[in-house]
Protein backbone atom coordinates (compact mmCIF):
# COMPACT_ATOMS: atom_id res chain seq x y z
CA UNK A 1 0.00 0.00 0.00
CA UNK A 2 1.41 3.73 -1.01
CA UNK A 3 0.00 6.62 0.58
CA UNK A 4 0.46 9.99 -1.05
CA UNK A 5 0.46 13.37 0.72
CA UNK A 6 0.29 16.34 -1.21
CA UNK A 7 1.26 19.95 0.00
CA UNK A 8 2.74 23.43 -1.45
CA UNK A 9 -0.36 24.48 -2.69
CA UNK A 10 -1.92 28.40 -1.74
CA UNK A 11 -2.95 31.67 -3.57
CA UNK A 12 -0.30 33.54 -5.93
CA UNK A 13 -0.18 36.11 -8.45
CA UNK A 14 0.17 35.73 -12.53
CA UNK A 15 3.53 35.58 -13.18
CA UNK A 16 4.32 34.06 -9.67
CA UNK A 17 5.81 30.18 -8.56
CA UNK A 18 5.16 27.74 -6.07
CA UNK A 19 6.79 24.17 -5.65
CA UNK A 20 4.27 21.56 -4.92
CA UNK A 21 5.64 18.53 -2.97
CA UNK A 22 4.31 14.95 -2.74
CA UNK A 23 5.54 12.48 -0.06
CA UNK A 24 4.95 8.50 -0.05
CA UNK A 25 5.26 6.34 2.78
CA UNK A 26 4.62 2.39 2.37
CA UNK A 27 7.35 1.84 -0.30
CA UNK A 28 9.79 3.31 -1.80
CA UNK A 29 10.04 4.70 -5.05
CA UNK A 30 12.90 2.57 -6.87
CA UNK A 31 10.92 1.58 -9.86
CA UNK A 32 8.20 3.86 -10.34
CA UNK A 33 6.47 6.73 -12.69
CA UNK A 34 5.25 9.48 -10.59
CA UNK A 35 2.73 12.04 -11.82
CA UNK A 36 1.43 14.89 -11.60
CA UNK A 37 -2.48 15.72 -12.56
CA UNK A 38 -4.80 18.71 -12.18
CA UNK A 39 -8.42 18.79 -11.94
CA UNK A 40 -10.61 22.77 -12.41
CA UNK A 41 -13.92 22.84 -11.40
CA UNK A 42 -16.44 21.22 -13.77
CA UNK A 43 -13.32 19.83 -15.91
CA UNK A 44 -11.95 16.14 -16.08
CA UNK A 45 -8.73 15.67 -14.45
CA UNK A 46 -5.73 16.68 -16.54
CA UNK A 47 -1.97 15.71 -17.11
CA UNK A 48 0.85 17.78 -16.23
CA UNK A 49 4.08 16.10 -15.61
CA UNK A 50 5.15 12.93 -15.52
CA UNK A 51 8.45 10.92 -14.11
CA UNK A 52 10.62 7.97 -13.95
CA UNK A 53 12.28 7.50 -10.14
CA UNK A 54 14.47 5.05 -11.73
CA UNK A 55 16.08 6.30 -14.74
CA UNK A 56 14.54 10.59 -14.12
CA UNK A 57 13.54 10.67 -17.49
CA UNK A 58 10.46 12.86 -17.91
CA UNK A 59 7.26 13.90 -19.57
CA UNK A 60 5.20 16.75 -19.97
CA UNK A 61 2.07 18.14 -20.93
CA UNK A 62 2.40 21.12 -23.52
CA UNK A 63 0.58 23.08 -21.15
CA UNK A 64 3.57 23.05 -18.97
CA UNK A 65 6.25 22.78 -20.68
CA UNK A 66 8.85 25.41 -20.89
CA UNK A 67 7.07 26.78 -16.74
CA UNK A 68 6.66 23.42 -14.58
CA UNK A 69 9.64 20.82 -14.08
CA UNK A 70 9.08 17.43 -11.93
CA UNK A 71 11.65 16.29 -10.44
CA UNK A 72 12.01 13.34 -7.63
CA UNK A 73 14.13 12.83 -4.77
CA UNK A 74 14.56 8.88 -4.04
CA UNK A 75 16.30 9.19 -0.61
CA UNK A 76 13.21 11.52 0.23
CA UNK A 77 10.27 9.62 -1.66
CA UNK A 78 9.05 12.64 -2.71
CA UNK A 79 8.50 14.06 -5.76
CA UNK A 80 8.65 17.89 -6.68
CA UNK A 81 6.59 20.07 -9.78
CA UNK A 82 7.77 23.28 -9.76
CA UNK A 83 5.65 25.93 -11.03
CA UNK A 84 6.95 29.18 -12.73
CA UNK A 85 5.07 31.77 -15.13
CA UNK A 86 1.90 30.28 -13.03
CA UNK A 87 -1.36 31.91 -15.01
CA UNK A 88 -5.13 32.11 -13.58
CA UNK A 89 -5.65 29.01 -15.84
CA UNK A 90 -3.57 26.56 -13.67
CA UNK A 91 -5.94 26.99 -11.10
CA UNK A 92 -6.73 23.40 -10.08
CA UNK A 93 -6.67 21.10 -7.79
CA UNK A 94 -3.13 19.43 -8.07
CA UNK A 95 -2.71 15.73 -7.43
CA UNK A 96 -0.02 12.78 -7.42
CA UNK A 97 -0.11 9.50 -8.47
CA UNK A 98 2.15 6.36 -8.58
CA UNK A 99 2.15 4.03 -10.86
CA UNK A 100 3.97 0.78 -9.62
CA UNK A 101 4.03 -1.46 -12.65
CA UNK A 102 5.38 0.77 -15.17
CA UNK A 103 6.09 -0.17 -18.60
CA UNK A 104 9.09 1.71 -19.63
CA UNK A 105 6.90 3.76 -22.09
CA UNK A 106 6.12 7.25 -20.28
CA UNK A 107 3.79 8.48 -22.83
CA UNK A 108 1.09 5.94 -20.79
CA UNK A 109 1.63 7.74 -17.75
CA UNK A 110 -0.35 10.89 -19.40
CA UNK A 111 -3.38 9.15 -18.73
CA UNK A 112 -5.32 8.29 -15.32
CA UNK A 113 -5.74 4.70 -15.55
CA UNK A 114 -1.89 3.98 -15.56
CA UNK A 115 -1.45 5.20 -11.77
CA UNK A 116 -2.50 2.50 -8.71
CA UNK A 117 -1.93 5.35 -6.16
CA UNK A 118 -3.36 8.83 -5.92
CA UNK A 119 -2.95 11.77 -3.38
CA UNK A 120 -5.69 13.70 -1.97
CA UNK A 121 -4.72 16.98 -3.86
CA UNK A 122 -3.57 20.73 -2.82
CA UNK A 123 -5.21 23.86 -4.32
CA UNK A 124 -3.68 26.03 -6.25
CA UNK A 125 -5.04 29.23 -6.91
CA UNK A 126 -3.94 32.05 -9.38
CA UNK A 127 -4.88 35.49 -9.04
CA UNK A 128 -4.69 37.80 -11.93
Known amino acids: QVQLVESGGGLVQAGGSLRLSCAAS????????LGWFRQAPGKEREFVAA????????YYADSAKGRFTISRDNAKNTVYLQMNSLKPEDTAAYFC?????????????????????WGQGTQVTVSS
Open 97 to 117: AADTRPTGYIGRNAYTWAYDY
Open 26 to 33: GRTFSNCV
Open 51 to 58: VNSRDGNT
